[in-house]
């Protein structure tokens, strides 16, 4: 029986970029409130370049990397999808509007029949 390892890798480098990327955040966040008497231009561009930098910054972590790989394994799956010809879609979007106006229907038979039968002819209660 074949053993699988599993293997992870957390250098202190790696986490002092996470540290460092979540402290821009943080400091994008503060600089946005902070800055709010120079005009909303100052706020906005304190905000937006912490949060670039922390970006760019979680991006070459370990963590990132892998967020990466993710991505593009996502997309690389994506591209193997067949999609529906329009044809296909309007027919099987027919049938679902067909099946819930049917299945509407016969509940509401059942629910006027078993209300017929429990009030009128059992209980009594109309009529």
Do not use: C, H
Request: a positive charge; zero cysteines.
């Amino acid at each position: 029986m074949a053993s699988t390892q599993v293997e992870t890798v957390n250098s202190g480098a790696d986490k002092a970029r996470l540290a460092a990327a979540g402290l821009l955040v943080v400091g994008g966040v503060a600089a946005f409130y902070l800055l709010s008497a120079q005009g909303s231009l100052a706020q906005w561009g304190g905000l937006i370049v912490g949060l670039v930098l922390a970006t760019v910054i979680f991006f070459t972590s370990e963590y990132g990397k892998r967020l990466i790989a993710f991505g593009r394994d996502a997309w690389r799956e994506l591209k193997k999808v067949v999609w529906p010809a329009r044809k296909e879609t309007l027919q099987t979007t027919a049938f679902v509007f067909a099946f819930a106006v049917v299945m509407a229907l016969f509940l509401w038979l059942a629910d006027k029949t078993l209300e017929w039968v429990l009030y009128d002819l059992i209980l009594g209660w109309r009529g």
